[in-house]
């Protein structure tokens, strides 16, 4: 499995930005970032695969960008225009594939960091 920490998280008002950090010990397959609040589902925000292709959930479209540097080994979430809603734990996670499917499911996703907390405030 994938080695993969997650940080950036924090508060924030809404209309503001964060930029989440995730060290991993490898970039050799699809990766993506997905988020959870209490008693919901967790759900996929993006994924980019090997080649850079990025997925996005509708939700965020237009507003977060996923982005790799392979030679740091770091996955980015640049998330801007925030708003309250977007609060939740964000996660970290990667696949054992090299291309991502389009459906940002969890269960294609075997290895997960810890999650980092990220609140918007009104």
């Known amino acids: 499995q994938v080695q993969l920490v997650e940080s950036g998280g924090g508060s924030v008002q809404a209309g503001g930005s964060l930029r989440l950090s995730c060290a991993t010990s490898?970039?050799?397959?699809?990766m993506g970032w997905f988020r959870q609040t209490p008693g919901k589902e967790r759900e996929g925000v993006a994924s980019?695969?090997?080649?850079?292709?990025?997925r996005y959930a509708d939700s965020v479209k237009g507003r977060f960008t996923i982005s790799k540097d392979n030679a740091k080994k770091i996955l980015y979430l640049q998330m801007n225009s925030l708003k309250p809603e977007d609060t939740a734990m964000y996660y970290c996670?990667?696949?054992?594939?090299?291309?991502?499917?389009?459906?940002?499911?969890?269960?294609?996703?075997?290895?997960w960091g810890q999650g980092t907390q990220v609140t918007v405030s009104s």
């Open positions: 980019i695969d090997r080649g850079g292709s990025q």
């Open positions: 996670a990667a696949t054992p594939y090299v291309f991502c499917s389009g459906a940002l499911a969890v269960s294609d996703y075997n290895s």
């Open positions: 490898t970039m050799n397959y699809c």
